[in-house]
């Protein structure tokens, strides 16, 4: 049965950072595609951060661009996503998502390629 467990959320002003980490467990990690999505109340789900099998490659949304990095550790099945010059907008609850397999960088944003989801973790943003 596969897992993804997140962790990592809370509450924090603007400005300051925090780390998401997304523990997964149940299938070969290693050989599949990674990414975090958000969604606000009210707003449609969206494309955060994904990355690719061996770690090698990322891409971002937009919004979090330069501020948000995300990696990798195969060996704990483990994915994070480091969040700097946190701001009210990033206010969402947080889902780690795994695919099947490489990544299809062209339309990672739809979150149609990944197959499993973990259960979220909420992250404030105050001003």
């Known amino acids: 049965q596969v897992q993804l467990v997140e962790s990592g959320g809370g509450s924090v002003q603007a400005g300051g950072s925090l780390r998401l980490s997304c523990a997964g467990s149940g299938y070969t990690y290693s050989r599949n595609c990674m990414a975090w999505f958000r969604q606000a109340p009210g707003k449609e789900r969206e494309g955060v951060a994904v990355?690719?099998?061996?770690?090698?490659?990322?891409l971002y949304g937009d919004s979090v661009k330069g501020r948000f990095t995300i990696s990798r550790d195969n060996a704990k099945n483990t994915v994070y996503l480091q969040m700097n010059s946190l701001k009210p907008e990033d206010t969402a609850v947080y889902y780690c998502a795994a695919g099947n397999g490489q990544c299809s960088f062209g339309r990672w944003r739809t979150g149609a390629q990944f197959s499993y989801w973990g259960q979220g973790t909420q992250v404030t943003v105050s001003s």
């Open positions: 990355i690719s099998t061996g770690g090698g490659g990322a």
